[in-house]
Nanobody, 124 residues
Framework: QVQLVESGGGTVQSGGSLRLSCAVS????????MAWFRQAPGKEREGVAT???????HYGDSVKGRFTISQDGANKMLYLEMNTLKPEDTAMYYC??????????????????WGQGTQVTVSS
């Protein structure tokens, strides 16, 4: 069974940085079809950053140039480096993976496994 455990959230001032980590276990680690999502109170969940089915990173418009997604297959970790944080980045952040991904440009990742979330709060 796939298990994802996030860490690294906290409270930071506007302009600050945080690094989120996601420990992945219970499945064959693949360096593609991995993602970070976030959800703020009263808002829908949104994709923040993904590593797609060809292993390439993609970012939401609101975080481009500020956030970086990366993975460490040897240690089965997924990371989200967040810089120049803004109050509007305040949300619960979740990591997600596709437990059975296909390495293909024609494959759409399916986020079948999720972590419990880690809270990020950015004060102005």
């Amino acid at each position: 069974q796939v298990q994802l455990v996030e860490s690294g959230g906290g409270t930071v001032q506007s302009g600050g940085s945080l690094r989120l980590s996601c420990a992945v276990s219970g499945y064959k680690f693949n360096p593609y079809c991995m993602a970070w999502f976030r959800q703020a109170p009263g808002k829908e969940r949104e994709g923040v950053a993904t590593i797609g089915s060809m292993g390439r990173p993609h970012y939401g418009d609101s975080v481009k140039g500020r956030f970086t997604i990366s993975q460490d297959g040897a240690n089965k970790m997924l990371y989200l480096e967040m810089n120049t944080l803004k109050p509007e980045d305040t949300a619960m952040y979740y990591c997600a993976v596709d437990p059975n991904p296909v390495y293909s440009r024609y494959y759409a990742c399916r986020w079948g496994a999720w972590g419990q979330g880690t809270q990020v709060t950015v004060s102005s």
